[in-house]
Every structure is written in structure tokens, then in C-alpha cells.
């Protein structure tokens, strides 16, 4: 098999550079293994357990993303980052004039959304805003029936901050009649907050946490999450936790489901926005200090290879925030070879690591197993009913093992097979001592076993392939050398066979043997030697390129050359030509007679008229110097006033001839009365004569 030269590399961790190759459907056993390359994720957990918490440098990442709050110019993001940084431990830069401009941002007249911004960023601060006369009103005129939750949600936050006493069954009263209206996830959220505030009876809206949590959506059977995304689903968690502990009750979310809402947190903890960062860190760090559920995250602590160099496993048993948990015991239930199934560690305790608290350990290597993947699952048995997702998780580790290659046998023989293959034995790291021959008539052959040093048996690699590269171009062409039923690799190339992939050039090729495995340690090149090789004379040679892999030249994009314009006699006959039906239009009018009595002499009238000659003469601009733009910007300026004035013009004539039509009638009417008078003055003067 060949592979395309214009392919680009790649790495792997533990492995060679090689290109990245589409492998042949075979029945070579190293190749069906090739799957187990997706599994060099680094400790990847596959249970429920959080797999991950808030590293140093996602701490850090997100303080960076807090940072530019401090500007002071924006009191909401001022709380973000005040909260932010309480969470994270971190020193409030400047925090005298930040408590300076929180203050002066809760002066008189300030609204009860501003009142909960500057207070509950001066609770975060440690620098509590004062409560005036005016703030004491503002806030107790915002309690009230027909209040939306959220605007419950900041009065009751400002008076708690502030010191304020608020009417707690008034409160309620307003805050179910809220609810009555919307009732959305969003909504129950701000009341759980407001509940949380409250000192008393609170159950009304205590029950309505289960309505709320019934709301989630389940995302991939790890994950649960409120439609809105992060800060939605952290501000209805964190509140139905705060009211619960207000309430002295456990709140109606199971175990299983407080793990799957952390690990959605964790699956957001790359948020770029203040206001996310600010909901996230509120939640996680409920989910580290409340009284009902702490998840448990359980991740490697070293890395996810093991040798004999590096041989223990290192697990860290952390809470979100990565803080200890305190003395646990942590066991490895087991562990398992992915290949086979074969279990090497069963209820195992792990000791605890000297100077790291949180970090415990276990010798792998101890145990002599072969190389590959390992799933190990780890549990923690602790007394603390709070502890949740610390049973049963599942954790990813490999075992790595040098190789060596032995029984190299390299040389050529003709394709015909009518006589002994030539072959020459050879020692890694060793080369050829000659240039190796071999023509149109021949076949060159490599013959290898790998095997691993731990276990000192013949083995199977991923990646076995044969490089052959031309001195003078570098053109590389890659090949997959297979093994058969006694595990010895196998490369046998044809030269008459592979003109194409040679592109028929004839020269001097190096030959060179990759051999890579994502559970080896010591992943080898070997140049083998070189080989010359001789194509047929009538075989087409491909062009000669530079195959190295460099900058390539700049690109420059060039734009399509205008077309050329006509002519200027073109172009004034196609004018005069155009101009022709408005001269024999003005020619037909004069002959006609054209009557312009009946025009309306009235101001719309007149700037309609001018209007369209205007649009004309502009049509005209446009043909002959004005660009596009500029015409739809004098377009529009002067249609809009043809419109309105041509609107105007069109309604007074139609109420002219509804006048005229009026009159008309009237006068119609008159004189159809006169007609029937006169009729009837007749018919009486007949009769009077008749008699």
C-alpha cells in the first residue's frame, strides 16, 4: 500500500512522526487494533463522577476574565468580578476605590436594581453599603403585588444587604401571585432566591423546587441542564440549595442528579463572559459548601502512561474547586486490560501521597502487566453523607513497554520467485553496508519480528511501516509492512508493480522502518539503508518537484481586469438613440395640441413634477460620474419627498372630481325637477280645455 506524498504530518503522544494514513482493509490483527489509539485521551473518566474540577489554570483563566471589570465603569461587572474573586480567593485589586465607587453608585435616587448591584457587590467586597432613608423607600415601594420575580428577587436582595426589614408575608403574597403569571424555570429561580431571604414559613415556595428540577434536560445521560444554558441552570441550583438550608430540608434532588448537574458546570468552565463566570463559580462553590450533596471529583493526578520509569498510578479525590476533602479511603476496585479483560489490581487501598493532601497512589508495575489500556475504577469510602459521585469511577491509564527489533532479514529477490531470495541479516541500530540493488524484474523484501522486552515475547504495533524516500527530491512513499500467523512482519514491494506510486524515477532511495505504538515507550525510525532502483525504460517519469516540506510562496490574488469600454461613438449613438422616443414624444404633444389648463396649480403638484424630473436627471448623474452609493443616498432623499407630494397631489384630485361629480348631480337633479313641472302644468292646462 502507498500513500500520497502531498499527505501532512502528524504526532502522537509516545509515537513517531508518521502521516496520517487510511489503513487497508486486512486481516492484520495490528490494524483492527487500531482503535485503541482513541483511548490515549488523558484520564478520561467514563462513570457518572465528575471527571474534572477547577485546575489552577482554570482559576486563573477565569480571573483574567474578570480583570477588566476593575476599569469601574460598569457596576454589574464591578459584581461579577467582586463575587468572582471572593470565590477564587483572590485579592480585590484597588479594593478602597472599588468600595468608593460601589458606594457612590447607591446614593439617592438610585434604582432598586442599581441598590441590588452596589449592595451585594459591597457584601462581596467586605465593605456593606449604608442604607439612606430614600433606599429604605425605593426598596419597600418595589414589594409589592403585580411585581415580576426578578424585580422581587433584587428588592429582596437589597433589603437583606442593606439591613431592611421587609414584611415576609407580604413577600410571599407578591411572590406567589408572581409566579401565577410565570412561572418559567427562570422565574422559580428568582423566587428560591428570594424564599432563601426570608425568615419563616417558606414552604410555598420550597415545594416548588421539584417542579423546577423536573425541568431539566438530560444531556448525553451525564449531564442535566436548564433550557438557557449556564446561567439559568446555576442560579435555579444555587437558590433551591440556599432555600433548602434555609428551610432546614433536604432539597428533592437526588444524588445521581447533583452529580449530573456538576458535571454540566464542569463541561462549562471555559466561559468567556463575566456574567457566566460569575454564575458558575456561585454554583460550584454551593456544590463545595452546602449540607445535602458535595460531589466528588475523581481524576489522574500523574500521567496516563505507566513504565517502569514512572510506575505508580496517582489518583486525586478533590471536590469542584480541587480542595481536599480530608482523610479518605480510597480503593481501587479494580483494573482492567481493555484487550482482554484481564484484571490486575482487585480492592486495592491506595496510600495516601506525602505533601499532597487529596492525592493517593498504587504500584501498577509491581503487578508486571503487559502493555496496553487499563479502565480502572475507583471508589471512596468515607462517613461524610454529603460526599456524592465518589463510587465507581472510572479512570483510564496504559502500561508502556520498550520493544526491540529482531530477526531483520532485508535483500531482493525476482518477481518471478524462480530462484532464493538474497537477503542479508542485520542488527538495530545498524544500516546496509552497500546500496541494496533491484530492478523492474526484482522484489524488495524486509523480514522483522517485534518483540517486548517485559514479557520477552513476539508482539504486534499499530504503526509498522516502511519508508522508502528519493535522495535528490525527497518524495516519500509509505508502505504498511503486515505480519502473518507467527508474528513476523512482512514487507515485499514489487518494483515493476509500483511504477506509479515511484512516479517511474529512477536514483537512489533511502529505506527507512517506523515502528510506533501508543502503549510503547521507545518508538523507533531505523534507517535501514539505501536501495537503487531501476523502472522500466518505457515507464513515464513524473516532472521533478521538491517534496520538502517548507513555506510555500505568497499567494497574490489579483482581480479581474475591467472589461474594456466602447467606444465614445458608440457610446453617443446608443444616447441619441435612447433620446429618440422623448423627442417624438414632445413632437406628437406639440402637433396634438397639448392642453395644460387642467393643471392643478398647487404646491404638491409642482414638487411631485420636479421630483420625477429630478429622479430623471439623477438616473442620468448616475449613467455618467456618480457611483452606486452616492446615487441610492440622493435616491432616497429625493423620492421619499416625490412620494409624499405625488401622494398629496393624487388625493386632491380625486377630491376635486368628487366635487365636480356632486355639483353635477345637483344640477341634474334641478333640472329633471323643472322638466316634471313643466310636464304637470301642461297635463292641467289639457284638462282645463278638455272640459
Not at 437589597?158 to 415576609?168: Q, R, Y
Not at 476496585?333 to 482487585?346: F, L, P
Not at 429625493?638 to 355639483?663: E, H, Q
Amino acid at each position: 500500500m502507498t500513500v500520497p506524498e502531498a499527505e501532512p504530518s502528524f504526532y502522537i503522544q509516545g509515537l513517531c512522526p508518521v502521516r496520517l494514513l487510511t489503513l487497508p482493509s486486512t486481516g492484520n490483527r495490528s490494524m483492527r487494533r487500531g482503535a485503541l489509539v482513541i483511548l490515549a485521551l488523558l484520564g478520561v473518566s467514563s462513570a457518572l463522577s465528575p471527571s474534572t474540577y477547577l485546575t489552577p489554570a482554570d482559576k486563573e483563566r477565569l480571573k483574567l476574565v474578570l480583570d477588566p471589570a476593575w476599569s469601574l465603569s460598569d457596576l454589574a461587572q464591578v459584581l461579577y468580578a467582586s463575587a468572582g474573586y471572593k470565590h477564587l480567593g483572590q485579592p480585590i485589586p484597588n479594593e478602597q476605590g472599588v468600595c468608593n465607587f460601589v458606594k457612590s453608585s447607591a446614593g439617592d435616587g438610585a434604582t432598586v436594581e442599581t441598590l441590588f448591584l452596589a449592595s451585594s457587590a459591597g457584601k462581596a467586597l467586605g465593605c456593606p453599603v449604608a442604607a439612606t432613608a430614600a433606599s429604605k423607600q425605593a426598596v419597600s415601594d418595589a414589594i409589592r403585588e403585580g411585581a415580576s420575580p426578578l424585580e422581587l428577587f433584587h428588592a429582596v436582595t437589597a433589603a437583606t444587604n442593606l439591613g431592611v426589614e421587609v414584611d415576609v408575608a407580604k413577600v410571599l403574597r407578591a411572590t406567589q401571585m408572581a409566579l401565577k403569571k410565570d412561572d418559567s424555570v427562570l422565574s422559580l429561580g428568582y423566587a428560591f432566591h428570594v424564599g432563601s431571604q426570608l425568615r419563616g414559613e417558606v414552604s410555598s415556595i420550597f415545594e416548588r423546587i421539584e417542579d423546577a428540577i423536573v425541568q431539566a434536560d438530560e444531556v448525553d445521560g451525564r449531564m442535566l441542564q436548564f433550557e438557557g444554558g449556564l446561567s439559568i441552570t446555576a442560579l435555579v441550583l444555587s437558590g433551591a440549595y440556599k432555600l433548602a438550608e434555609n428551610s432546614n430540608k433536604a432539597p428533592p434532588i437526588k444524588p445521581d442528579q447533583a452529580v449530573k448537574f456538576a458535571n454540566y458546570l464542569m463541561s462549562r468552565k471555559s466561559v468567556q463572559v463575566p456574567k457566566g463566570v460569575y454564575y458558575l463559580l456561585e454554583a460550584v462553590s454551593m456544590f463545595t459548601s452546602n449540607r445535602f450533596h458535595i460531589p466528588v471529583a475523581i481524576t489522574l493526578a500523574s500521567n496516563v502512561a505507566v513504565s517502569a520509569d514512572a510506575p505508580r498510578v496517582q489518583v486525586r479525590v478533590t471536590d469542584l474547586k480541587g480542595s481536599s476533602l480530608g482523610s479518605l479511603r480510597v480503593v481501587a476496585d479494580s483494573a482492567t486490560r481493555d484487550s482482554d479483560e484481564v484484571v490486575i489490581v482487585s480492592k486495592e487501598e491506595l496510600s495516601p501521597l506525602a505533601g499532597q493532601d487529596g492525592v493517593y497512589e498504587f504500584d501498577v508495575m509491581s503487578r508486571q502487566p503487559e502493555r496496553g489500556f487499563y479502565r480502572l475504577v475507583v471508589s471512596t469510602v468515607t462517613s461524610d453523607s454529603r460526599l456524592v459521585g465518589h463510587m465507581a469511577a472510572q479512570l483510564t491509564f496504559k502500561v508502556l513497554t520498550a520493544i526491540d527489533i529482531q530477526g531483520v532479514e532485508v535483500g531482493t529477490a525476482d518477481s518471478d520467485r524462480s530462484t532464493a531470495p538474497s537477503l542479508q541479516k542485520l542488527t538495530y541500530p545498524n544500516k546496509l553496508p552497500s546500496e541494496l540493488l533491484a530492478d523492474q524484474h526484482q522484489r524488495v523484501l524486509l523480514r522483522f519480528i517485534v518483540r517486548d522486552l517485559a514479557s520477552g515475547r513476539s508482539t504486534e504495533v499499530h504503526q509498522a511501516f516502511v519508508k522508502i524516500t528519493h535522495i535528490e527530491s525527497k518524495r516519500e512513499i509509505i508502505f504498511v509492512a503486515e505480519t502473518d500467523s507467527n508474528d513476523v512482519y512482512k514487507f515485499d514491494m514489487d518494483v515493476s508493480n509500483n511504477v506509479k506510486e515511484f512516479g517511474g524515477v529512477s536514483g537512489s532511495y533511502s529505506m527507512e522502518l517506523i515502528i510506533g505504538d501508543a502503549s510503547i515507550s521507545n518508538p523507533t525510525l531505523w534507517h535501514i539503508g539505501d536501495v537503487s532502483l531501476s523502472f522500466p525504460e518505457g515507464s513515464v517519469s513524473s516532472p521533478s518537484q521538491d517534496y520538502t516540506y517548507k513555506a510555500r510562496p505568497e499567494i497574490q490574488h489579483e482581480f479581474r481586469k475591467p472589461d474594456p469600454r466602447p467606444s465614445t461613438l458608440v457610446s453617443l449613438t446608443f444616447t441619441i438613440l435612447c433620446l429618440v422616443p422623448l423627442l417624438l414624444l414632445l413632437a406628437m404633444w406639440a402637433k396634438l395640441g397639448v392642453n395644460l389648463a387642467n393643471f392643478p396649480l398647487s404646491l404638491s403638484s409642482v414638487v411631485f413634477h420636479v421630483g420625477l424630473a429630478a429622479i430623471l436627471g439623477l438616473f442620468c448623474l448616475f449613467w455618467l460620474q456618480l457611483d452606486m452609493f452616492t446615487t441610492l443616498r440622493y435616491l432616497f432623499m429625493v423620492g421619499v419627498v416625490t412620494f409624499f407630494s405625488g401622494n398629496s397631489m393624487l388625493s386632491n384630485i380625486a377630491a376635486n372630481r368628487k366635487d365636480m361629480m356632486s355639483n353635477s348631480s345637483i344640477t341634474n337633479r334641478k333640472q329633471s325637477s323643472s322638466l316634471i313641472d313643466m310636464q304637470i302644468d301642461k297635463d292641467r292646462k289639457k284638462s282645463v280645455s278638455i272640459a
